[in-house]
């Protein structure tokens, strides 16, 4: 994989300038990373559609994206990330509810495949006078903006892009590796298998508060692509979030609701009429138009210069089937990151978290009786919650080059008692300009 991404890497980084430091109407920036995880044999007594293959596996991904952004009029960002990905995740990013890659996708390839992620528009309307710098970034323009202000967000991105952000657990390509740690673990946001939907935001951002709110495009089938634009099932959502000082410390807190609104089915009625028929459950034939919610909290805290600690607790309707996400029900999650200043390596990371992943009674059993859901499905269920813990090093090679080391332990993957535990290490190349 390495020799055709690295020479893309080569020749874009020839094309374009580094960051600006004086404020941009347009700008172009490049991200590379390859994620390898491996995991040795464990356990299986039993294996199902969706189970987490026992045998010995290792499996890489790799993605490379551009962000192609201009200013088309005053406070306006337009934003293309063409990308480039190739290979799967482990067991083909099945068999555990809380996935060990937040770069591993549900669909993958052996051969390079070119997709576009995101194609959006954001405007930035001042409320006050008082500005604040913005640096260059990825998906952001170098200049300033009114630090009150109402920003619009419309096109085709990530519902993560703007809600249940974190400081210190919400990027795998720079933090932690695993879905239920880097987003909240319920939150089962509206997205493409890769991660991405048509939708429109809003945020009001005023002093110490920002208020956000938006409907975001589900695919017509649980799971699947989204495909054309309609809003026929949707979902909304919205979040508050409190920046405040504790101890004179700057932290973060946000709370968000979100309602799906699509044809799902209910846990209940699959296994009722499995029981019926004499056959598996199978939620696909129970579906009918319905809504699904849930609650999600989510803090950050500077605990001292260089180190911070997150929590994010959330929880869904668990009567009905997972419709984008993954299968959690509730979830809590805490960790920590720390600077390596300590220890004379300024940009080094270390980080450590751990959670736990919950199912409903009504999915236990949907799932016992040998039901397949998006991520899990071993074909039978002896029912345990879902711990992982997750430690890594990310070690700065240079200021735009990190290769990070990563360690997960999981017991009861997919929330079985009969598999695992299983150990999942992980490497990570990541390159940025």
Sequence with gaps: MYPRFGLACALLALAANAAAEEPEDAALHLQFTNVAQKHAAFPSPYEGTNSLRARERT?????????????????????????????????????????????????????????????????????????????????QL????????????????????????????HDPRGDFFNWSIIDSGAFDYAADPWGYTNGAAAEWNRGAWSVRGGVF?????PNNKVTGIHFAQFMAVAEIERRYEFAGHAGKA???????????????????LAAATGTTPDIALVRRK??????????????????????????????????EFTEINRSIAA??????????????????????????????????????????????????DEDIAEAYYSIAVRKQLSITIDAQRIV??????????????????????
């Design 254 to 272: 946000r709370l968000l609701v979100f309602d799906n609104h699509a044809r799902m089915g209910s846990y209940v009625d699959a296994t009722a």
């Design 217 to 221: 495009q589900m695919s017509r089938v």
């Design 290 to 323: 319905q809504s699904r919610g849930g609650v999600a909290l989510n803090v950050e805290q500077e605990v001292a210069p260089g180190i911070g600690a997150f929590v994010r607790a959330s929880r869904n309707d668990g009567s009905k089937e997972a419709y």
């Design 59 to 139: 499996e890489e991904t790799s993605d490379l994206t551009v962000y192609a952004g201009w200013r088309p009029w005053q406070g306006a960002e337009l934003w293309v990330n063409p990308e480039i990905d190739q290979g799967f995740g482990l067991s083909n990013t099945v068999g555990v509810a809380g996935f060990p890659s937040g770069e591993a996708y549900k669909i993958g390839a052996n051969q390079p495949y070119l997709r576009i992620p995101r194609v959006f528009l954001r405007q930035v309307i001042a409320l006050g006078n008082e500005a604040e710098p913005v640096e260059a970034g990825a998906n």
């Design 412 to 433: 009861h993957p997919a929330y079985n008692r009969d598999r695992g535990p299983v150990t999942i290490w992980g490497a990570r190349t990541h390159f940025e300009f």
């Design 142 to 169: 170098a200049g300033s903006r009114a630090k009150d202000n109402i920003t619009i967000t419309v096109g085709k991105f990530s519902v993560g892009d703007i809600f249940d952000a974190n400081e210190y657990a």
């Design 335 to 384: 960790g920590v990151s720390v600077k390596g200043e300590r220890w004379g390596r300024a940009e080094d990371e270390v980080g450590l978290a751990a959670v736990r992943n919950q199912l409903s009674a009504q999915a236990r059993t949907y799932f016992a009786a040998g039901g397949i859901g998006i991520l899990i499905g071993d074909g039978a269920l002896r029912y345990g």
